[in-house]
């Protein structure tokens, strides 16, 4: 016995009822405790309870109840049918909690449906409700499917404990020749019996080729509860084959076929033939069983759930439709069938299939063709009927085929689903998850789920003024709901849902079909005779003589009569594993953290400033389940109404949402700050935050779940950044419409950024990239739209690629300064890397001014084929604009041609996609132009070798002439094409700073001696020297 609860009767023994502040009625005991085994259903009236051995009881339609009881304790067994109420209920039948309850360690209470009325025929659901001021569970709470466990309490410590339903193995109907009451969550959705009309080919039910097996289940006529549908047929893809033959004798075949579709790797298909009742009839009953192992998180073991579709279409002779005695008429089912979870006889003691056929072998038992005068078969038959005489019998074998293809058969088809539920949700208003039975109910103040097991089929939902830890918490349900708190400001949401649960539901589509055909088979039997005699030859006397009779054929056609029943299944929808749906989460804090996967369908709330989703987190908002599990009432946006106090949002995992994510868009306040290192997905996004940081992905594409894999959708809609601090760094950002940045600060680093429609920048004070290894780029479809100049900053590490659909021109707008052919336009004008003219066939990329008089300056202007194939009607620069490049993957003679004015080569700018570095003579390092490095016409040190032939093509001025006469200075010397030169003096050598005496521009086209003239200072002595900057 456990020593805290000798402790506790001890306590209560000794002290007597003063200690509880109660007065004993007459009969009230002041403890009852249960040693041994107790079956009968005793009237506990008592202060405290202790059952330390088997407490079983039964009281029909009602849980048990307990009178005057303040304190709990089961330290070994309880059960209950339908299970116990474990609260305070006073002479006077007032009800309210209980002082202590304690379910020890190694303890189990449970609660089942009444045993002799099931739920589904009207019995009570096992119920256990416990309502206390302080609660513990350290052993095992566990009701069956259709029952509910409800725990309410002030201090609810479940750590280490479980708290559970089990799932539905077994059913409770049946199934008769006239009527039926079906199982445990299994509804019927379609049914139909008769003769097949339209009548079909049977060639085109079971097809293969290439290896490749692939069946169709003919247009048959069905109904269900709302009236007559069209024909009805569905594929079976690649299915699994069952077959059974038989050759009654040699005239009379039975082929019978199951053929099964499935999805899901973990549904386990076997099937079983057993005897008709009828001895005359060979033809077998199939039986088709669907299973899977399922995790169960309350013990750690395996439930072994399946369900069985029986088909005695062929086998047996009762065909009508069965009355639904659940309803009183529909669904009806066809008598041929019967859907059950109980394994039925005729799988238990059923054979195995008794042909392992090919794929082509498969379809050929369904419908032969005929191969003639293909041979299948040569039997070789040596006799010799006499002594001198040798046979050799070939028999010719040659399959003829089935005598007809488009056949007259009976049918049944039917359709059904079934679903972890004991009864499915109604579809009506109101009505949702947490109506559903099998279902955990835990309200508390203070509520501790370290290491708890939870397990639900309908829903848990979980309510708790402060949560003190979910630390490896276990919790497997389809539908949860949360209203959780935290008093000391921080809450971390772990271990709350986890990405899917392991559950038996989905639906069934099946057709059976049963009918008659003939197999015609020709043998040509071929007799060769060998006759041996001995004759007396006149030379050798008596000799061997050997005679080859030529022989005889007869031709035989054997016509076969050949029974076929083929059953088809879709099992396709059967699954085993689904998505965990969060129906509702509130959480309130200052700070919360979520650290797993949560997927919110109905109801969210979030009272807190600070969220962050940690690298393992998701929030996923608006994601119905599938199959069985449909959430219908969905949330659609993240918006204030959900978040109406978030200031702070730090995202390492995923946001995804079906609409719109709006974060600050829709309140007066805007978001402190945003930072997305993690994935937000969702069909449009707007952000107005003071501080946004991206390093992760946002995409307007829908984010989708395969198995354990993450796809992204083509983007969707628009996406907006109305910020006053952007960074973009290692992040992408992917808009299915418009990409509107509108900002004061813009910081961009090895950030990807693609729009299908325009890019649009409206940045007020920098717009900035972190220099040429930024690994910056946009790219459009529509143009990119630079709505102002920023005060500083430029793009010198960004590439822009504008596109244009098909046939469709597209227009860009710049609106950067004109500061002519000079490198003082690369600096702070929003200068760019790289530009790419993308258009698609027969399409036209436009340039204009933002204002009128405005320059785009790039580095590197290139052309994509498409454009280089046709250059003259790939581009456009309006007059309103002039681009300014450095160097180009197209001959700058060929653009400065076509594009007069409009596109200017700046030869005096060597950017990092444009420049080349050179070695001086004097050892030193200047950075060129590489078109200006590499031309053939310009000379720039005017040695009379034009740059890219010259070794040494910046080689100091070649001063001619210098004369000091009359207080003037007199230079000459040789000048190159368009070259600026700069006249300066020192007053010392080596000089540390030499002084512009003056400036001169050689703009003649062709090398020349030039004299400059300018006045001595007055000094001592003076130093003068003539410098370039090549390109300028």
Known sequence: MHLDVMKRIAILLGCGLGALGLQAGPNTLPVYVNRTSVTNVPQIDAYAFANFGQFVVTSPNLPYDFQNVLRYTNANYMSGFPGFRFDHVDDLGVRGPAEFFLNDVGALIEAQSDP???????????????????????????????????????????????????????????????????????????????????????????????????ALAPAHRVTNVLGALPPFSFPLPNPMAFIRTNEIDPTNWTVQALLVARTDPFLNLQAAFFPSSDPSNDFHTITLQMQADLTNN?????????????????????????????????????????????????????????????????????????????????????????????????????????????????????????????????????????????????????????????????????????????????????????????????????????????????????????????????????????????????????????????????????????????????????????????????????????????????????????????????????????????????????????????????????????????????????????????????????????????????????????????????????????????????????????????????????????????????VTDSLSDSGPDAEVSFETQLGVQLRRKPAQGDLLGTSIRLSAPQYQMVSSTWAAEDRGPTPEGFVNNVALGRLIIDPALDALVELRGASGGNGLYVDFLEFSPNAQADLANSLLVDPSLTVYFADANVNLATLTNLFPGRLVWVAGYAGANSGVDVALPTGQVIRVNRQYRESTVIDSDADGTANAFDLSPFDGVLITDFAVADGRIRVTWRAAAHTTYRIESAGELPAYEWEVVREYRHEGDDVAEVTVEDVLPEASQRFYRVTYTPGL
Do not use: C
Not at 144 to 166: F, M, P, Q
Not at 578 to 590: D, E, F, K, Q, R
């Open 298 to 762: 309350l013990g750690g073991f395996r439930d072994s759930i399946a369900s069985y579709l029986v088909d005695r279409l062929a086998s047996e002779t009762n065909f009508a439709l069965l009355t639904n005695e659940l309803t009183g008429n529909m669904p009806y089912r066809p008598s041929t069938y019967e859907f059950t979870r109980n394994m039925p006889l005729e799988f238990a003691a059923g054979d195995p299939p008794n042909a392992n056929v090919f794929r082509t072998n498969l379809a050929d038992l369904i419908y032969n063709q005929g191969y003639p005068p293909v041979t299948n078969v040569i039997t070789n038959v040596i006799t010799t009927p006499e002594s001198n005489v040798l046979q050799i019998i070939t028999n010719v074998v040659t399959v003829l085929g089935y005598t007809h293809d488009v056949v007259t058969n009976i049918y049944a088809g039917y359709a059904a689903r079934i679903t972890n539920l004991v009864n499915e949700i109604p579809d009506l208003p109101g009505s949702g998850s947490t109506n559903a039975q099998g279902k955990v109910v835990i309200d508390a103040e203070n509520l501790n789920l370290e290491r708890t097991r939870l397990r639900g089929e309908g829903n848990i939902t979980i309510s708790a003024k402060h949560l003190v830890s979910t630390k490896l918490l276990s919790v497997d349900s389809p539908n949860l709901l949360y209203f959780v708190r935290s008093t000391n400001g921080v809450m971390e949401l772990q271990n709350l849902a986890p990405p899917e649960v392991q559950r038996y539901a989905g639906s069934i589509l099946a057709w059976s079909g049963v009918w008659t055909n003939f197999l015609l088979v020709e043998t040509n039997s071929i007799t060769n005779a060998t006759i041996t005699n001995i004759v007396d030859d006149p030379d050798l006397g008596p000799t061997e003589v050997v005679t080859n009779d030529p022989g005889t054929n007869v031709v035989t056609t054997n016509t076969i009569r050949v029974r076929i029943h083929v059953m088809m299944v879709d099992a396709a929808a059967m699954q085993t594993r689904y998505p965990t749906m969060v129906a509702g989460l509130h959480a309130t804090s200052t700070n919360v953290f979520i650290a797993d996967p949560t997927r919110v369908v109905t109801d969210l709330m979030f009272e807190s400033e600070n969220l962050h989703i940690g690298p393992n987190g998701e929030m996923i908002l608006g994601v119905a389940g599938t199959g069985a599990f449909v959430t219908t009432g969905t949330i659609t946006d993240w918006n204030a109404e959900h978040f109406p106090s978030l200031v702070r949002l730090t995202n390492e995992g995923v946001i995804a949402v079906t609409d719109e994510i709006n974060m600050g868009g829709d309140r007066a306040e805007p978001y402190d700050r945003i930072e997305i290192s993690g994935t937000n997905s969702a069909a449009a996004h707007l952000y107005v935050a003071r501080d946004f940081v991206n390093r992760g992905l946002i995409t307007s594409g829908p984010l989708l779940r395969v198995d354990t894999n993450t796809f992204i959708g083509d983007p969707v809609g628009p996406i907006e950044l109305r910020v006053d601090r952007l960074t973009m760094d290692g992040g992408r950002i992917d808009s299915g419409g418009e990409l509107l940045i509108s900002a004061r600060d813009v910081k961009l680093r090895r950030s990807t950024n693609t729009a299908v429609r325009n890019i649009i920048l409206d």
């Open 116 to 214: 002799f009325l099931p739920f589904t025929f009207g019995g009570a659901p096992g119920i256990i409700r416990i309502e206390a001021d302080q609660i513990i569970n350290r052993g095992d709470l566990a009701v069956d499917a259709s029952g509910s466990i409800v725990i309410r309490g002030r201090e609810v410590d479940l750590r280490r404990g479980s708290v559970g339903v089990s799932p539905i193995i077994f059913g409770s109907g049946f199934q008769s020749t006239t009527n039926f009451w079906p199982d445990e969550g299994i509804t019927d959705e379609h049914w139909g019996m008769g003769v097949q009309d339209p009548r079909f080919a049977s060639s085109t039910i079971v097809q293969s080729f290439l290896g490749s097996l692939n």
